[in-house]
């Protein structure tokens, strides 16, 4: 059916993030929509195990703090597929809801392009891709709205919502960030006013990256190379020209960030790893005039850093430095 969606949703050790997000997705008003959840998780990991039991009605969620968007749940048991990542490449059924689990975890991109191949290969007959994140809560016409604002878009169509912070505050976390080249920074945009007023933006948060096919089409699958940040970014790097990118103000998810890779107020060391890595490589790829520049602002990084005592932290991002620099040698 023209309109419908795949919602693609990655775990990463956070099964009751997931099934809290699930259960406010299933909630979701005038929307056609297939959900895949791709399980990054080591196989050691209980996450497949917990939402696959959650879908059978045998674990319920106690306490939330969007009781709004969470309560009553959803009737049990929810008629789903689970799937190995070989056996999901073999299929072309597809339930409402599909858990695969990956072969290994090959970061958040490789997670998504396990079934955008799929679409890509006319498997899933779908107009519409939204990558969100398993820490989201959506309101319940957060689709709708989403569709309802490129359903006649000619152009290759992202569109990002308005993302709030969780409780307490619920205030604006995002609705969309401006990328500085000349220093491989962005600039988070926390006012509506912004769009609403006409002015554009660079990229929309992962947290909520939806597209439409015409997008997927040109664009092809996410690049691959940087494991965890700047995917989003660079996949837009695809498209050279005609592209649509907004934010749909009234499409609103609710993000309690930092929690796939656990790094909450301090950037964990991985995270930090990546976020470094990947100014190097984004800036390498796209703005090789400022790459110079790149490095000797993240030098300074880690001179501030070795006056503050962080030395391990210092540490790893010196090895990033003479890393990256042996691999372009």
């Given at each position: 059916?023209?309109?419908?969606?795949?919602?693609?949703?990655?775990?990463?050790?956070g099964?009751?993030?997931?099934?809290?997000?699930?259960?406010?997705?299933?909630?979701?008003?005038?929307?056609?929509?297939?959900?895949?959840?791709?399980?990054?998780?080591p196989?050691?990991?209980?996450?497949?195990?917990?939402?696959i039991?959650?879908?059978?009605?045998?674990l319920?969620?106690?306490?939330?703090?969007?009781?709004?968007?969470?309560?009553?749940?959803?009737?049990?048991?929810?008629?789903?597929?689970?799937?190995?990542?070989?056996?999901f490449?073999?299929?072309s059924?597809?339930?409402?809801?599909?858990?695969?689990?990956?072969?290994?975890?090959k970061?958040?991109?490789?997670?998504?392009?396990?079934?955008?191949?799929?679409?890509?290969?006319?498997?899933i007959?779908?107009?519409?891709?939204?990558?969100l994140?398993?820490d989201?809560?959506?309101?319940?016409?957060?689709?709708?709205?989403?569709?309802?604002?490129?359903?006649?878009?000619?152009?290759?169509?992202?569109?990002?919502?308005?993302?709030r912070?969780?409780?307490?505050?619920?205030?604006?976390?995002?609705?969309?960030?401006?990328?500085?080249?000349?220093?491989?920074?962005?600039?988070?945009?926390?006012?509506?006013?912004?769009?609403?007023?006409?002015?554009?933006?660079d990229?929309?948060?992962?947290?909520?990256?939806?597209?439409?096919?015409d997008f997927?089409?040109?664009?092809?699958?996410?690049?691959?190379?940087?494991?965890?940040?700047?995917?989003?970014?660079s996949?837009?790097k695809?498209?050279?020209?005609?592209?649509?990118?907004?934010?749909?103000?009234?499409?609103?998810?609710?993000?309690?960030?930092?929690a796939?890779?656990?790094?909450?107020?301090?950037?964990?060391?991985?995270?930090d790893?990546?976020?470094?890595?990947?100014?190097?490589?984004?800036?390498k790829?796209?703005?090789?005039?400022?790459?110079?520049?790149?490095?000797?602002?993240?030098?300074?990084?880690?001179?501030?850093?070795?006056l503050?005592?962080?030395?391990?932290?210092a540490?790893?991002?010196?090895?990033?430095?003479?890393?990256?620099?042996?691999?372009?040698?």
């Amino acid at each position: 059916m023209k309109g419908d969606t795949a919602i693609i949703i990655v775990n990463y050790k956070g099964w009751r993030d997931t099934i809290e997000c699930l259960e406010s997705v299933f909630k979701m008003k005038d929307a056609n929509f297939n959900i895949f959840v791709v399980d990054n998780s080591p196989f050691e990991d209980v996450s497949v195990e917990k939402i696959i039991e959650w879908a059978k009605g045998n674990l319920e969620i106690k306490k939330t703090n969007f009781p709004r968007l969470i309560f009553p749940l959803i009737k049990k048991p929810i008629d789903f597929s689970f799937y190995s990542e070989s056996d999901f490449y073999k299929s072309s059924y597809f339930k409402k809801l599909n858990i695969i689990k990956s072969n290994e975890n090959k970061g958040f991109a490789a997670a998504n392009n396990i079934v955008l191949r799929k679409i890509l290969g006319g498997d899933i007959d779908i107009s519409f891709i939204w990558l969100l994140n398993n820490d989201t809560i959506v309101e319940k016409e957060s689709l709708f709205k989403l569709v309802e604002s490129v359903f006649e878009e000619k152009l290759p169509a992202i569109r990002g919502c308005l993302i709030r912070n969780t409780y307490p505050s619920f205030d604006i976390q995002s609705v969309g960030l401006k990328y500085k080249p000349v220093n491989a920074s962005s600039i988070n945009i926390t006012s509506e006013d912004y769009i609403i007023q006409g002015n554009s933006i660079d990229y929309v948060m992962g947290a909520s990256f939806f597209v439409n096919k015409d997008f997927l089409k040109t664009a092809g699958i996410i690049p691959e190379e940087y494991f965890l940040y700047y995917e989003e970014l660079s996949w837009i790097k695809k498209v050279t020209e005609g592209i649509s990118l907004k934010t749909t103000l009234e499409s609103i998810i609710y993000h309690k960030g930092g929690a796939s890779t656990k790094s909450g107020l301090r950037p964990s060391l991985v995270s930090d790893f990546y976020a470094i890595r990947n100014k190097l490589v984004f800036t390498k790829n796209y703005y090789p005039q400022f790459y110079l520049r790149v490095r000797f602002r993240i030098l300074l990084i880690v001179f501030k850093r070795v006056l503050k005592g962080d030395f391990k932290r210092a540490l790893l991002i010196f090895k990033i430095l003479i890393d990256h620099k042996k691999s372009i040698i």
